[in-house]
């Protein structure tokens, strides 16, 4: 992970790389901010900055070995340690888990710790450092680093660190010659004290939101009215801004896949094209209307990718596949190409007020007539 693909905290960036710029790394760094501040993505990024072959302009070369191994999370001198649980034995180190870690972090780099032991399929579990975790640090510190300079460890909410947290101490204190500790943690208050006087405390601010809101304008296809209503929400947490972006993508698919079926068919689960369109009506404000409409373009767009370049399949949910590649199957490119239009020029007439449920009834039959017309059975 390189800074640049880190959501702004820019003067702690210039903090971190100055740094190194001045042969001032402190020994044992807290970046202590809360949830959702990128404050893990900044340990990982300022890692791979660390044991970079080729530094430039004040960011990882990317392109390195150091760096291709950083950026898979598999490099031999960044050691990671974060709570785990006692699913694989009761001694569970956090190297038992590197698998799910790595898959976790690349899903989201933004994850809380309970998105973190969810993953694990442990959700009444309380995740936990153990003290042989503590142990196998303090071992592995008497090895030199493999391949880089610096060996890293990086160690991901101190939070759960009870009294064995005290076992590292003196490793914190005095580490071996260019060994650096990156601690991780949310909450100050419910770090032992012993552990807080030991590193040098930087404070990771809360984001700000023009920055959440860019990120999910132009990073993750938010629309603006839907960015700003999540901001508004989130005070700051991009973790908590992006599930949210999530949930109404969610809504948006189930809500457009029954608008297909009540097409095709008349009517789902007792529901016809009239009742549809008065329950948008009244449940939806404009924004998630045109947000709909939005969804079932994108849905289109991936339709033909999926025809024609056949790459879409990771970004698409098992029903969208399902549904995009029977369209390919079914639909004509001229009909696929009807519906897009007919799709534009409804958020179009939309976004100039015309009155919805007759705008969503008038595309219902449209779009009735041409699966139809194609003999489109949904499932
Ligand atoms: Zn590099």
Redesign the pocket.
Known sequence: MQFKNIIGQESLKQQLIQSVANKRVPHAIMLLGQEGSGNLSLAVAFA?YL?????INNE?????????K?QKLIHPDIHFTYPVVSTKGSKPKSTDFIEEWRKAFFENPYLNIQDWIESLDAENKQGNISVEECHEIIRSLNYKSFESLYKIYIIWMPEVLGKEGNILLKSLEEPPENTIFILVGNSEEQILTTVLSRVQIMKVPRLKDEEIIYQLEKKEGVGNKEAHAIVRQVDGNFNEALKLAKNSEDDNEKLYLLFLRICLKGTHEGKTLIDFCEKINADLGRENMKGLLRYGLDLMREVFVLEYIGESKARLTENELKLAQYMNQRLSFQSKEEIIKRLEESCFHLERNANPKILFMNLGIFLSHLLKRNEVVLA
């Open positions: 791979q044991n970079c072959e080729n530094r990882s070369c990317g392109e390195c070995s150091s760096c291709l950083s």
